[in-house]
């Protein structure tokens, strides 16, 4: 039977609106300036269909409120969505709607670090005095098992191993080995974990090729002891697939189960709207936009990401600037010691944030909660597309403060993108001088440039003059010109593609005179030891194209040209548009494989990965 939740009534947090209001504290405290300024005004939603323009986005829903000690003021929201006039000419049309539904990425790991919190800090119902076990008795039995996630003897294998069903020992040669196995916490601020595999779970095009449960044997089980496991210092989808594993066998349901009942039913989100995957009973296919190296902007018809898929906790969810503002709501709550849920309170947050914990020293830092910077620090975008690929330009680089300021906002940060959104959440908590502010940036939409985080950026530069004394950094230099930024940034990225485009075409080309000559190359090619399979098509004109799938088999995959770079490796071009991001090193791009032919005909490919060797036989 499904775990259920132990809900509380909803948060008194009104919704979102076009009209801001302000709030009062218990004590009467007079109304902080900054809350009865529009901060989403005439001005800076025209700079921000600007930016959707040069980065031919197609929607974007931005959220900002000024929160003066932490309160509960109205967020305002604005909803700008292209779309077509009786002349079929592109309008953009602003609306009040902050129920909109976006791929939010990798914001779904501040979604599941805040559930974690939840469940392993919450006030345990009373027992059950019975002999009868009771729904109740259930949940309260799970929740008490959080509690150890803080335990530093109790790392993720140890805790999978112990509550895994049937006492499979699934992980047993981790636990075995003499690594440092990386905690819950390690793998939540990814201080400690496992090289990025986005590779292993995703289809070269971002599509879900493999289950949650079928992660284990085809991930963590085959990783060889002392391989990268507690080695790898950075930033991992693969650490929150990890983490999934070990909530599933805690909790004893489903990981959707697990962020229903500790997540977006006691915050009181809106269940039709925010969700791990899109349900079942919804179309097998969503619209995407992409934008190509020719500045078009593309929809594209993609499988959903589902509740089961490796991914998930990494970047299955989907929500709403509302349900995102929910989270920042309970975290500033927290943080000024207005209990929300009994238990959660703001030394429980220390503990579950790691802040006893030195070995996160290092730059950018990340939390549990996302990275914690301040807004004169070049962290702010650090996570974006524009800095994977302009990692010292000034338009990827430049801060929303100055660098000099004499008085630096404090903020968690966090951005998300995969192919079709790319979207932002930054929380400043504020301090009993300066008034917190919340700024979420949700887009359908991806490309050359990260739209959310130049839209962000502006949003935040408004907000920080805004919260900060009128006399702060009066003598400073004038404020970044992030439209500059903005465009400067996309003469370059569209440049960057389409150069990246003519170089890959001109190097496929001189490479097929060169090289493989002689040798077939095609058929389906089967995983051992592993469910993935690579299937190598030749066109008439000789080409060959790749299309790749896993233990979940795609209807109609797309493919992407793949060509020999040697006389015994091969490589695939996948459009940029269309391909993975790569921030981590755990993209298909930068893959070659090593061709083993027998006769001329190649019979095996394979791949050494940080993680694992796989090899891939030919189906006879």
């Not at 929380?427 to 490309?447: D, E, H």
Request: proline share 5%; with cysteine; charged share 25%.
């Amino acid at each position: 039977m499904p775990l259920t939740s132990l809900t509380r009534p909803p948060l008194t947090s009104p919704e979102p609106t076009i009209v801001t209001t302000t709030a009062q504290s218990s004590s009467s405290r007079p109304t902080d300036p900054a809350t009865a300024q529009t901060i989403l005004d005439e001005d800076i939603l025209k700079d921000i269909k600007k930016i959707m323009t040069l980065c031919g986005t197609h929607t974007v829903t931005i959220s900002a409120r000024i929160m003066p000690e932490g309160e509960q003021t109205t967020a305002q929201v604005r909803t700008i969505r292209t779309t077509s006039n009786s002349n079929g000419t592109s309008v953009q049309e602003v609306t009040e709607d902050f129920r909109q539904r976006f791929h939010i990425a990798s914001l779904t790991k501040l979604f599941v670090s805040v559930a974690l919190f939840i469940a392993a800090n919450r006030e345990l119902p009373q027992e059950n005095r019975t002999n009868t076990q009771t729904e109740q008795d259930k949940v309260r039995d799970a929740w008490k098992r959080f509690r150890q996630i803080y335990e530093k003897k109790k790392n993720f294998v140890r805790l999978y191993n112990y509550y895994s069903p049937g006492g499979t020992k699934v992980l047993e040669a981790f636990d075995k080995s003499k690594d440092d196995i990386p905690t819950i916490v390690d793998l939540l601020k990814h201080s400690r974990g496992f090289h990025p595999a986005n590779f292993q779970m995703l289809s070269p095009h971002a599509e879900s090729i493999m289950r949650l449960s079928e992660s284990r044997s085809e991930i963590f089980d085959r990783i060889p002891r002392g391989r990268p496991a507690a080695k790898w210092r950075g930033y991992s989808n693969l650490n929150y697939t990890a983490i999934a594993l070990v909530i599933e066998a805690m909790w004893g349901d489903k990981f959707e189960s697990f962020m229903r009942a500790n997540l977006f039913e006691p915050l009181s989100m809106d269940l039709k709207s925010t969700c791990i995957g899109i349900p079942d009973t919804e179309s097998d296919a969503e619209t995407i936009y992409v934008v190509n190296s020719a500045r078009k902007t593309l929809d594209l018809q993609r499988r959903p990401y589902r509740s089961d898929g490796a991914e998930a906790a990494a970047l299955g969810a989907y929500s709403t600037v509302h349900d995102l503002d929910l989270v920042h709501q309970f975290i500033a709550d927290t943080i000024w010691k207005r209990t929300v849920i009994p238990g959660c309170d703001y030394g429980a947050l220390k503990k579950h944030r790691g802040d006893d914990d030195d070995t996160a020293e290092h730059s950018p830092k990340f939390t549990p909660l996302g990275i914690l910077s301040q807004l004169n620090s070049s962290d702010i975008g650090s996570l974006s597309i524009n800095r994977a690929q302009f990692p010292k330009e000034n338009f990827s680089t430049y801060t929303i403060q100055p660098e000099n300021t004499s008085l630096p906002l404090d903020v968690y940060y966090m951005t998300g993108s995969t192919n079709g959104c790319s979207c932002v959440s930054v929380l400043s908590p504020g301090k009993p001088t300066i008034s917190g502010f919340s700024v979420i940036v949700l887009t359908n939409t991806s490309g050359p440039v990260d739209a959310a985080d130049h839209i962000s950026r502006l949003v935040l530069q408004k907000v920080a003059k805004m919260v900060s004394p009128p006399h702060i950094d009066a003598n400073l230099a004038p404020s970044v010109n992030i439209m500059e930024m903005a465009k400067h940034n996309c003469d370059a990225a569209f440049d960057l593609w389409k150069k990246t485009v003519s170089e890959a075409e001109m190097h496929i080309h001189d490479c097929e005179k060169k090289f493989g000559i002689g040798k077939t190359l095609k058929g389906e090619f089967v995983g051992e030891g592993f469910n993935q399979r690579l299937v190598i098509t030749e066109d008439e004109e000789g080409k060959l194209w790749l299309a790749v799938d896993g233990p979940v088999r795609l209807v109609n995959p797309l493919t992407s040209r793949l060509y020999w770079i040697d006389d015994s490796s091969v490589k695939m071009f996948i459009e940029p548009h269309l391909s993975i991001d790569s921030l981590a090193q755990g993209d298909w791009a930068d893959i070659v494989f090593q061709a083993e032919d027998r006769n001329g005909e190649v019979v095996a490919l394979s791949y050494e990965s940080p993680n694992v060797t796989l090899r891939f036989k030919k189906r006879t």
